[in-house]
């Protein structure tokens, strides 16, 4: 049986940087998750925003590590070779009621510690963005929008650097305690540590109850959202929220832009039952692109290229009022199980504060030695397409494979493709190559690039087409020959 001090189990951003933080230290640490790949979970799916911690309840955890996150967030992501882009943010009143909200925001936003905040009236918003209706907004001016899939990926292959192990495709199925330490039955084998990290997203209250805290109860909650073309991009070029209203069950639906140069509009808020639902609607769609063509009334429905959806772990159920903060701390009734639970918004912006607390938790229990071998640093695939045509010419001398361009809309080459396919945790997966290189997420969707992907998985791994995974084990995109 395989032995670690610590093992943390999920690997979303913050299973990821609570491995990154604790690589730090002389410890064996592991991670299980039970996806093929990291950022399967809400850390892919969502509106990657580094929110600036102004619509978090003052003196709330939330608040305090979101302010921390939002201000050390450039830093990290210069750290670890991520995209990340400071661009403001517009949240919009339309009458006399939101621009109430707009004052108390602002007021929150000091209390919490939230910098870069004040009222601006309509002049100013049409220099900032003249395309967007209102009367008035809170512009911040600390938000920001970055790549989650490289983010969470850059995290865990640094903890990969620093020593930590990841076992990917290990689902936690069930815990017992055998002589003060934690036996883990997965899906593959067993494993044996001294401390639990619950860091499981939408399952963390199953995954304390097998442990033996079944105090929590999870509540998903869907959030659709459309994806659109980089030409709505230069209808607007920063976030833009309308003002939360109680109850919406999130911040509203908003227009995101992408590092990517695409918008979004999203996401919804929906109470649902079945965790795994992450179908979108036709009525959710017309209804998100409704409130989203009341905030930029010249968005057309034919920029619309795809869709996806998140599913937020509430730690209150529908129609309650009291707030739920993220749950960090270590399970009142089992010994060395650090629990972090409710890690909904603001989860990305906050995750290495999460992290750091988590490892405080630890460094409380037993004496954390330095880890010699530690570097905070990681480098990536460097994008070909933002190189300059000098160095591009100069790769392609090298290595034909950067002349050989395998998807159009965002100018991904071979080379790069098989950079991907080489990373550190093994993953083999169409989906891997998308969220490592942004492949299938231009306007084709997928439609040119995909194939030539297949092809280049197929060669590099020997694989026949039917053995081609997309996203999770079993899930191929050519189930048998048509002749
Ligand atoms: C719609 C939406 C929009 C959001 N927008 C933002 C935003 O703009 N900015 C921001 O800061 N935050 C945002 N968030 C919040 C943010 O996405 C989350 O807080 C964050 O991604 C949580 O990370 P995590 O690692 O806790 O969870 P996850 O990313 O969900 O990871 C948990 C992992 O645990 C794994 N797992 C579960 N059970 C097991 C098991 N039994 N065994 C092994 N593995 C297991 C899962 O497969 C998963 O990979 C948004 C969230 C949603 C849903």
């Known amino acids: 049986m395989k032995e670690f001090d610590i093992i943390i189990i999920g690997g979303g951003a913050v299973g990821c940087a609570a491995a990154y933080v604790l690589s730090r230290y002389d410890l064996r640490i592991a991670l299980l998750e039970r996806n093929p790949d990291v950022a399967m979970g809400s850390s892919g799916k969502n509106s990657a925003v580094v929110h600036a911690g102004f619509n978090n309840k003052p003196g709330s955890l939330m608040a305090r590590l979101c302010v921390d996150g939002n201000k050390r967030f450039e830093e990290i992501c210069k750290t670890l070779d991520v995209p990340y882009k400071k661009t403001g943010k517009l949240v919009v009143g339309f009458n006399d009621e939101d621009m109430a909200i707009v004052e108390r925001i602002i007021a929150d936003g000091a209390r919490n510690g939230s910098i870069g905040l004040r009222r601006v009236g309509r002049a100013e918003m049409d220099g900032l963005e003249p395309g967007i209706g ?15 899939f490289l983010y969470t990926i850059h995290l865990c292959e640094a903890a990969m650097q620093n020593g930590v192990s990841f076992f990917m495709d290990t689902g936690l199925a069930a815990v017992r305690k055998e002589g003060g330490k934690f036996i883990l039955q997965t899906s593959r084998e067993d494993y044996r540590c001294e401390i639990l990290l619950n860091s499981a997203g939408l399952y963390a209250d199953r995954v304390s109850a097998m442990a033996g805290d079944d105090t929590f109860t999870l509540y998903p909650c869907r959030g659709e959202y459309f994806i659109l073309d980089t030409a709505a991009a230069e209808l607007i ?8 209203h109680k109850g919406a069950g999130g911040l509203g639906v908003h227009l995101t832009t992408t590092v990517d140069g695409n918008v979004l509009i999203g996401p919804s808020a929906e109470y649902i039952e079945d965790r795994e639902d992450y179908a979108t609607s036709r009525g959710m769609m017309d209804r998100l692109f409704r409130e989203a063509k009341a905030l930029l009334p010249a968005l057309e429905r034919d920029m619309i290229i795809g869709s996806y959806t998140g599913i937020r772990p509430k730690l209150v159920p529908e129609g309650q009022a009291n707030y739920g903060d993220f749950v960090i701390e270590e399970s009142p009734r089992v010994e060395n199980l650090v629990n972090l639970i409710g890690i909904e918004s603001p989860g990305l912006t906050a995750s290495i504060p999460i992290a750091e607390m988590a490892a405080g938790i630890i460094s409380g229990k037993r004496r954390l030695g330095i880890n010699a071998a530690y570097r905070a640093e990681y480098r990536g695939v460097h994008p070909f397409a933002a190189l300059d045509s000098g160095t591009q010419r100069a790769l392609i001398a090298e290595n034909p494979g950067y002349g050989e361009v395998v998807c159009r809309c965002k100018t991904v080459t071979r080379a790069e493709v098989l950079q991907a396919l080489r990373n550190p945790l093994g993953v083999k997966t169409i989906v891997g190559v998308k969220n490592r290189l942004h492949t299938t997420m231009g306007r084709c969707q997928g439609g040119y690039c995909l194939a030539k992907i297949a092809n280049i998985i197929m060669e590099e791994f020997k694989l026949a087409p039917e053995d081609i995974v997309y996203r999770y084990q079993g899930d191929t995109p050519f189930p048998g020959a048509v002749k």
Request: no cysteine.
């Open 134 to 148: 209102g009367i008035g907004a809170v512009f911040s001016s600390n938000t920001a929008v970055f790549d989650p």
């Open 237 to 244: 070029s920063r976030p833009v929220y309308p003002v939360p």
